[in-house]
């Protein structure tokens, strides 16, 4: 994720801070100053610190279960609404992502229960509000306080909504009987539902937390609901199904000229580099990279000089999601080299997005 840096390391995981974050620290620090002097400032720093390592021990709660299925989780990035856990993939048989989507506000409960005990009061729920709990704590309060706040933590995860943990929840429990598909869109509505509520209810009391809090639910939902549905219709294509066989070729020693030509007599935006001994491909010619290189002075002479090396690669019987994945983390496209080490194919975003679409008209028939 961008605008964040990592701070250390835990479990395996890389922690990571959103420079929003830092923001909202220090407004904090400030807001509890006018408010109360440096005692306050402090006492609000230290809840507001404290707050957000219960967000990352959720966070952890998530990650350490799914490791007991398999699922590393690479890093944990800390924001101003909350923590996110980027699991490699999400567990999909239904009974291990109920356990993973609970173990997340299990935590909040037990720190619940646990700041209870020790501060001899559970606070209760109705006593106070997210957005009021970041006020007029004094150090005494802070693990009533605390407390409190956990609770309203794990509630608002257990919503029955995307991108909630509930919805989670929910969608592992309508996937048994109607399929993935369906089941996340089911809940992915429940969260569109609840975001326009909150919008709503930020809108007539004036909450500018609220309303952000519920545009991030509305974007979250739609966001995991087309991601779903993409990979259902790609599964069980390989990365043959996708590949162009059809194109035009450069050499490294091509002059851009040549390249240029190429460009205006084709159809094609990208161009595979090849080397003459063994066919061998030595890189990726992008129409972008074209344009920027004929624009430069001086001028590249070959296209050597422009090409884009080291491309990703995969095989012509791989998963079309890997091929996928690999095009999502920035390349142009993924090459497919054949066992003599020539070019079988090429795969771009544009074309498997050309294949999607068919793909969708199918399954609508
Ligand atoms: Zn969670």
Redesign the pocket.
């Known amino acids: 994720m961008s605008w964040s840096f990592p701070i250390g390391r835990l479990f395996g995981s890389e922690l990571r801070i959103h420079v929003t974050f830092l923001l909202l620290l220090g407004w904090i620090a400030y807001a509890g100053w006018q408010a109360g002097g440096s005692t306050a400032a402090i006492a609000h720093t230290l809840f507001a610190i404290a707050l957000f390592a219960c967000v990352i021990a959720?966070?952890f709660g998530?990650a350490l279960t799914a490791r007991r299925y398999g699922i590393a989780t690479p890093d944990i990035t800390l924001l101003p609404i909350g923590g996110v856990a980027r699991m490699e993939r999400m567990p999909e048989k239904p009974g291990q992502e109920i356990v993973v989507?609970l173990a997340?506000?299990a935590v909040n409960l037990a720190i619940w229960a646990l700041l209870g005990l020790l501060s001899g009061t559970f606070g209760a729920a109705g006593s106070g509000s997210n957005g009021g709990a970041l006020t007029g704590q004094t150090l005494a309060s802070l693990p009533a306080d605390l407390a409190r706040v956990n609770l309203w933590i794990a509630l608002f995860?257990l919503l029955p909504a995307f991108p909630m943990?509930g919805g989670r929840v929910l969608r592992a429990l309508l996937a048994m009987r109607t399929g993935r598909v369906t089941a996340t869109r089911r809940a992915a509505q429940a969260g569109q539902a609840l975001a326009l509520l909150m919008g709503l209810a930020g809108f007539a009391t004036g909450n500018l937390i609220l309303l952000l809090i519920g545009f991030f639910i509305l974007m979250a939902a739609g966001a995991e609901s087309s991601e779903v549905a993409m990979q259902s219709a790609l599964r069980g294509l390989k990365a043959r199904d996708a590949m162009i066989t059809s194109y035009e070729t450069l050499t490294p020693e091509d002059s851009l000229d040549a390249a240029a030509a190429a460009l205006i007599r084709t159809t094609q935006h990208e161009f595979p580099v090849i080397a003459a001994p063994g066919r061998r491909p030595v890189g990726l010619l992008t129409r972008t990279d074209l344009f920027a290189a004929l624009s430069q002075t001086p001028r590249p002479r070959e296209v050597a000089a422009v090409m884009q090396r080291d491309l990703p690669r995969a095989g012509p019987e791989d998963e079309l999601e890997k091929v996928l994945q690999l095009l999502a983390d920035g390349a142009p496209a993924v090459m497919i080299p054949g066992l003599q080490g020539g070019l079988l194919g090429y795969v771009t975003r544009e074309n498997v997005g050309e294949l999607m679409v068919m793909m969708a008209n199918r399954q609508q028939r």
């Open positions: 959720h966070e998530h989507a997340g506000p995860n943990d």
